[in-house]
């Protein structure tokens, strides 16, 4: 039987050439995705040029509940899989707070990965996993204010990426020790940068970050580094790792604060706590 591999954001980006390569490479590719229609138009774009093996399941990271939810979901339509690759991620071009009270990016980038370690971690263990997180080096640009960050209220053009990225590697690297004698591992991964749909924006701004981005890799070029995550058996039991592209790299020091990460982990764990107590 073909491995299974699972997406988060798929159907875009270095997540849907991720998903491509790995279909070309004979994996079964299952990408979450909140759109239905584009993920069938995304498939169906595959199909025609010959790639198949990607199917989708429907799952929204931008709450808490449709985290939970999604992960609910996976756990019934895939609950076999040889890697999980948490890819969806958001570049907010203005402040947006959700259904929770919360900023948006904070949740897809941050809360929502978080939610679904914890919720899928049994079938990690039980798969012997690979847990791939696309990480970003702009994190060392993160600031260190977990409640501002929460709420939007330091929201920032450049920096709220960057601090929501901040957060989300501390958790993964919070888990690859919580994990450690455990058949499954985490890894995180700046894949390069990227010309992608990220932090698109209209006018004056917008062009000039569509001229910068053709001096990016291109998705398929971004992608192949993630993928070696997934596929080479160098990697097979290697955890808490950060790789920049293909190189093993040390994390900054503002990711290795003990007192702000031990804040990062406690917030994540008593937000995502707020679906059970509605």
Sequence with gaps: ?????????????IGAA??????????????VCRSRVRAEEFIASTRARGITGIDFIEGDLSTIASSIETADRIRAGAPAFHAFVHNAALWPTKKFINADGLEQSFVTNHLAPFILNR??????????????QISAGLYIAGKRDCAATASGDNYSLM???ATTKLHNLIATMRFAELWKGKPVTI???HPGVVNTALGEMKGFGGTLLRLLKKLCLSPADGAAAPVRLVTDPAYESLSGAYFDRYKQTK???????GEFNRAVWEQAVSLAARAGRR
């Design 251 to 257: 994390l900054a020091p503002v990711a290795l604060d």
């Design 159 to 161: 920096k709220t990426y």
């Design 187 to 189: 890894n995180a991964i």
């Design 18 to 31: 991720m998903a491509e390569a790995l279909a070309a490479a004979g994996y079964a590719v299952k990408i």
């Design 119 to 132: 919720r899928l971690e049994d079938l990690f263990t039980a798969n012997r996993a690979r847990v791939v």
């Design 1 to 13: 039987m073909k491995k299974t591999v699972i997406i988060t954001g798929g159907n875009r980006g």
